[in-house]
């Protein structure tokens, strides 16, 4: 045995300089590459950022240690950025292209979208601008309609809140009810349907937003990162690709229906017409397994980010009374007692606004998002190559002390200057910026103030007698979410539905 171990011995030192090698080459891709953690090879610096359950979190904490801008080695190196300089290079200045693509975890996209189709995922390419600017028209194309989107989302609005009646006055979970409505507001736009009719719609909702939480769960960073932890988590990567196969399914037998329904010479009912009528026309750069891929990120983007959003907004409201009060005095001024709130009101309204934009900056559901180099470049004085792969921590500059003064208080009036109106921080970005800005941010702000308004103005929430404070930590998700909670509602005297 010991005859053995001698002679294998040099060929198991040898395999071990030249895995080092190998690792430290990848590491460190070019001299004057951002400083972090070394790591060791095979698990990388995976055991730096599994102290804490959230990303963002591990994120702040390093950058204390090695500056706004480090890296880490993940399955590949990946530059983390912190505070709003280095932040803001990245997405906004001249630089902004050089940091336009996208490259998720490559066993997540291999799982899910090999082809990185669609709007979210894709590289920085002409195909997915073309998809994009398409996407952004047709949207904006029903905006302009009759009743555009103030009226579509007005209809669900009073739906919303003559569900919110029947549940007065016992405690209750109002999750599956506000993120029916968000997912409501958007059905009809994108698919033609219609959320409260259609079970299997609703199905693919609930999968989709279980599917958010799936993925923050530390057996898919594992899965993604580490590499000889695949074979024990094949189970979990099963169970996501089952789900997603389930997922693309419904979408496929919808687009299925459209095709045998749609008629081009007619007005499209929906997007997906719309994307029918431009496949016909552009059947190179626009077609079914790239018109899934859009559905999904528009299905997907706007339903877990926007109804988490408005989640975190009813928990701020039970947990500061005094807030929720004086939002609803301010809508009673402005809107009064014989109609809801409309967009109309939200240049008159600056606490409300204020609140919603605090809430926003506390909640940061979309609390790190990636980026990926599309060129050799340099970042705060670093060198970057193309292809490294970018983290923005959002959530830590939403939290920067140097940037908010106490940056956890819940303070809607850090919004509003001496003559109380509302003053729009540069520093906030959860919508993204440049040219991968989020493409729903303004059917986000008009749905968030039409959701929140019209239930602060017709109903006051509180927490149950005897439920203790719920916690504001964020439940860690591919969006972050807040924790279960109950609330009581009681209809104001003046209650129009
Ligand atoms: C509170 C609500 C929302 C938040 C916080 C949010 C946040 C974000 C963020 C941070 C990004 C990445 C931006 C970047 O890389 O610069 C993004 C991208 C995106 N969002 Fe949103 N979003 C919200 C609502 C929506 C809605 C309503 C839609 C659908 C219309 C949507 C669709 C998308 C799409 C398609 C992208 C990918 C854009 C691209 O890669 O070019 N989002 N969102």
């Given at each position: 045995?010991?005859?053995?171990?001698?002679?294998?011995?040099?060929?198991?030192l040898?395999l071990?300089?030249?895995?080092?090698?190998?690792?430290?080459?990848?590491?460190?891709?070019?001299?004057?590459?951002?400083?972090?953690?070394?790591?060791v090879?095979?698990?990388?610096?995976?055991?730096?950022?599994?102290?804490?359950?959230?990303?963002?979190?591990?994120?702040?904490k390093?950058?204390?240690?090695?500056?706004?801008?480090?890296?880490?080695?993940?399955?590949?190196?990946?530059?983390?950025?912190?505070?709003?300089?280095?932040?803001?290079?990245v997405?906004?200045?001249?630089?902004?292209?050089?940091?336009?693509s996208?490259?998720?975890?490559?066993?997540?996209?291999?799982?899910?979208?090999?082809?990185?189709?669609?709007?979210?995922?894709?590289?920085?390419?002409?195909?997915?601008?073309?998809?994009?600017?398409?996407?952004?028209?047709?949207?904006?194309?029903?905006?302009?309609?009759?009743s555009?989107?103030?009226?579509?989302?007005?209809?669900?609005?009073?739906?919303?809140?003559?569900?919110?009646?029947d549940l007065?006055?016992?405690?209750?979970?109002?999750?599956?009810?506000?993120?029916?409505?968000?997912?409501?507001c958007?059905?009809?736009?994108?698919?033609?349907?219609?959320?409260?009719?259609?079970?299997?719609?609703?199905?693919?909702?609930?999968?989709?937003l279980?599917?958010?939480l799936?993925?923050?769960?530390?057996?898919?960073?594992?899965?993604?990162?580490?590499?000889?932890?695949?074979?024990?988590?094949k189970?979990?990567?099963?169970?996501?690709?089952?789900?997603?196969?389930?997922?693309?399914?419904?979408?496929t037998?919808?687009?299925?229906?459209?095709?045998?329904?749609?008629?081009?010479?007619?007005?499209?009912?929906?997007?997906?017409?719309?994307?029918?009528?431009k496949?016909?026309?552009?059947?190179?750069?626009?077609?079914?397994e790239?018109?899934?891929?859009?559905?999904?990120?528009?299905?997907?983007?706007?339903?877990?980010?926007?109804?988490?959003?408005?989640?975190?907004?009813?928990?701020?409201?039970?947990?500061?009374?005094?807030?929720?009060?004086?939002?609803?005095?301010?809508?009673?001024?402005?809107?009064?007692?014989?109609?809801?709130?409309?967009?109309?009101?939200?240049?008159?309204?600056?606490?409300?606004?204020?609140?919603?934009?605090?809430i926003?900056?506390?909640?940061?559901?979309?609390?790190?998002f990636?980026?990926?180099?599309?060129?050799?470049?340099?970042?705060?004085?670093?060198?970057?190559?193309?292809?490294?792969?970018?983290?923005?921590?959002?959530?830590?500059?939403?939290?920067?002390?140097?940037?908010?003064?106490?940056?956890?208080?819940f303070?809607?009036?850090?919004?509003?200057?001496?003559?109380?109106?509302?003053?729009k921080?540069?520093?906030?970005?959860?919508?993204?910026?440049?040219?991968?800005?989020?493409m729903?941010?303004?059917?986000?702000?008009?749905?968030?103030?039409?959701?929140?308004?019209?239930?602060?103005?017709?109903?006051?929430?509180?927490?149950?007698?005897?439920?203790?404070?719920?916690s504001?930590?964020?439940?860690?998700?591919?969006?972050?979410?807040p924790?279960?909670?109950?609330v009581?509602?009681?209809?104001?005297d003046?209650?129009?539905?």
């Open positions: 045995m010991d005859d053995v171990l001698q002679f294998l011995l040099p060929f198991i040898v071990i300089g030249i895995l080092t090698l190998q690792y430290y080459k990848q590491r460190w891709p070019v001299s004057n590459f951002p400083p972090g953690p070394t790591g090879p095979i698990i990388g610096t995976l055991l730096s950022i599994t102290s804490d359950k959230h990303l963002h979190r591990t994120a702040s390093l950058s204390q240690r090695y500056g706004n801008v480090y890296s880490l080695m993940l399955d590949t190196p990946v530059v983390i950025v912190n505070g709003f300089d280095a932040i803001n290079e997405l906004q200045s001249n630089k902004g292209l050089d940091f336009a996208r490259r998720e975890p490559r066993y997540m996209i291999q799982l899910f979208n090999p082809k990185k189709l669609g709007l979210f995922s894709a590289d920085f390419s002409a195909t997915w601008q073309h998809q994009k600017r398409f996407a952004l028209s047709a949207l904006r194309g029903f905006g302009f309609r009759k555009g989107f103030e009226g579509i989302f007005t209809e669900r609005v009073q739906a919303l809140l003559k569900n919110l009646k007065a006055e016992a405690p209750q979970d109002l999750s599956a009810l506000l993120t029916g409505t968000v997912a409501s958007m059905s009809n736009t994108i698919l033609g349907c219609q959320y409260d009719d259609d079970e299997e719609f609703q199905l693919f909702i609930r999968r989709v279980k599917g958010s799936k993925l923050g769960k530390i057996q898919m960073l594992l899965y993604n990162f580490v590499p000889f932890s695949r074979p024990f988590l189970r979990t990567a099963q169970d996501l690709k089952d789900d997603w196969v389930l997922l693309s399914s419904f979408l037998s919808r687009i299925a229906e459209h095709q045998t329904t749609f008629r081009s010479e007619e007005e499209p009912r929906d997007f997906v017409d719309c994307y029918l009528a496949m016909a026309e552009e059947p190179d750069i626009f077609n079914l790239e018109l899934t891929f859009v559905l999904l990120d528009l299905l997907f983007g706007s339903t877990d980010t926007t109804s988490n959003t408005l989640r975190f907004a009813l928990l701020y409201m039970v947990i500061n009374t005094d807030v929720q009060e004086h939002v609803h005095q301010e809508l009673m001024e402005v809107v009064g007692t014989s109609r809801l709130p409309c967009m109309e009101d939200r240049d008159k309204t600056p606490y409300t606004v204020a609140t919603l934009l605090e926003l900056r506390l909640s940061s559901v979309a609390s790190t990636p980026r990926c180099a599309t060129t050799d470049t340099t970042l705060a004085g670093y060198s970057i190559p193309k292809g490294t792969n970018v983290l923005i921590n959002i959530m830590g500059l939403s939290h920067d002390p140097e940037l908010w003064p106490d940056p956890e208080r303070h809607p009036t850090r919004h509003l200057n001496d003559k109380g109106e509302v003053v921080s540069p520093y906030l970005l959860h919508f993204g910026a440049g040219r991968r800005v989020c729903g941010e303004s059917l986000a702000k008009m749905e968030l103030f039409l959701c929140f308004s019209s239930m602060m103005h017709q109903f006051k929430f509180e927490l149950p007698p005897d439920a203790e404070t719920p504001l930590e964020p439940v860690p998700a591919f969006n972050l979410a924790v279960p909670y109950q009581i509602l009681k209809a104001y003046h209650s129009l539905i």
